[in-house]
């Protein structure tokens, strides 16, 4: 199992743990269907914009994970 996804495993596992069973299930993300991994980046997304960005609006450490993460769902999905 990658490094990358058992981060987004264990990051969705607390956002949002239906979508962490199903990246759990398959091998790879890009095993998943387009629709899914699209609601992973939804939930990223709305995650970064609640917690992802310190006071002065750059992104905070948080952030700039879910930006990577964010990052290998948006290439699997070209």
């Not at 091998?27 to 914009?49: F, N």
């Amino acid at each position: 199992m990658s490094d990358t996804r058992t981060r987004l495993i264990a990051r969705l596992m607390h956002l949002a743990p239906d979508l962490a069973a199903q990246l759990w299930a398959a091998r790879d993300v890009r095993e998943l269907p387009a629709d899914v991994r699209g609601q992973m980046l939804e939930v990223l997304g709305h995650e970064a914009a609640e917690r992802g960005m310190s006071r002065d609006g750059t992104p905070n450490q948080l952030g700039r994970e879910l930006d990577e993460l964010a990052d290998v769902l948006l290439d699997e999905t070209r």
